[in-house]
């Protein structure tokens, strides 16, 4: 087995906030969006630097307060750039870790969190 890629799907509920928040404030762009009608809830992927997620509105897709842990780097650059957008909702702080890294985790407006990481040389 040769794994590809992970994608992580979040339950949303409430489409215009899931877009304030990963479109408009974290600044994700949106590769597609599917529904099976007018009227049926919508899954979409974003995207952003390389991260893909799969957002849901589908009952049974996934369960709300799910928490990603993404290892990366720039993380003191986001939180500077997350704060100076003034999000009303959010208000990141930058943590020391007890495993040699610095995180920003940011939480959705349906309880999902989403830790970015970035190990420190000691």
């Not at 099976?36 to 849901?56: C, E, T």
């Not at 959010?90 to 985790?105: D, H, K, M, Y």
């Amino acid at each position: 087995m040769k794994i590809e890629k992970v994608i992580p799907i979040l339950r949303i509920f409430d489409e215009a906030k899931a877009m304030e928040f990963y479109i408009g404030w974290l600044g994700f762009t949106i590769d597609w969006q599917h529904r099976y009608d007018d009227n049926a809830p919508l899954y979409m992927q974003i995207s952003k630097d390389g991260l893909v997620l799969h957002l849901s509105e589908h009952h049974g897709d996934a369960t709300p307060g799910a928490k990603i842990f993404i290892e990366c780097s720039g993380v003191r650059e986001l939180q500077k750039e997350l704060n100076e957008k003034k999000y009303k909702y959010n208000r990141p702080g930058l943590v020391q870790e007890p495993w040699n890294a610095i995180s920003v985790t940011v939480v959705d407006p349906f309880m999902n969190r989403i830790a970015f990481n970035e190990r420190i040389e000691s």
